[in-house]
């Protein structure tokens, strides 16, 4: 049975850094793409960023291009979103996901969810 266990979520201040490890199990970690996605109150949950299975490729949204980093190591089964100069903006659940299509930025190509880390961001 699939997990997707994320932590590191917490309240910091505008620009601080925060970051988030999602670890994955009952999958064969490299076989899936592992991406990031947020869900701000009230919002639909929207796409943060992904990197491939190989690691080799990230694609980001705008709106953390430059600031947000996803990384992976296969040897542990996690994966990573480092978030610097963060924004009240950022404030939302943080979730990880896992899918087997290559570099997908829509939530309906994610089969595998975590439950979600809460990160809020004070101005």
């Known amino acids: 049975q699939a997990q997707l266990r994320e932590s590191g979520g917490g309240l910091v201040q505008a620009g601080d850094s925060l970051s988030l490890s999602c670890v994955v199990s009952?999958?064969?970690?490299?076989?899936?793409?592992m991406a990031w996605f947020r869900q701000a109150p009230g919002k639909e949950r929207e796409f943060v960023g992904v990197?491939?299975?190989?690691?080799?490729?990230?694609v980001y949204a705008d709106s953390v291009k430059g600031r947000f980093f996803i990384s992976r190591d296969n040897a542990k089964n996690t994966a990573y979103l480092q978030m610097n100069s963060l924004k009240p903006e950022d404030t939302a659940i943080y979730y990880c996901?896992?899918?087997?299509?290559?570099?997908?930025?829509?939530?309906?190509?994610?089969?595998?969810w975590g439950q979600g880390t809460q990160v809020t961001v004070s101005a």
């Open positions: 009952g999958l064969v970690f490299l076989s899936y793409d």
């Open positions: 990197i491939m299975f190989t690691g080799e490729r990230t």
């Open positions: 996901a896992a899918t087997t299509r290559l570099l997908a930025t829509s939530s309906g190509a994610y089969t595998y």
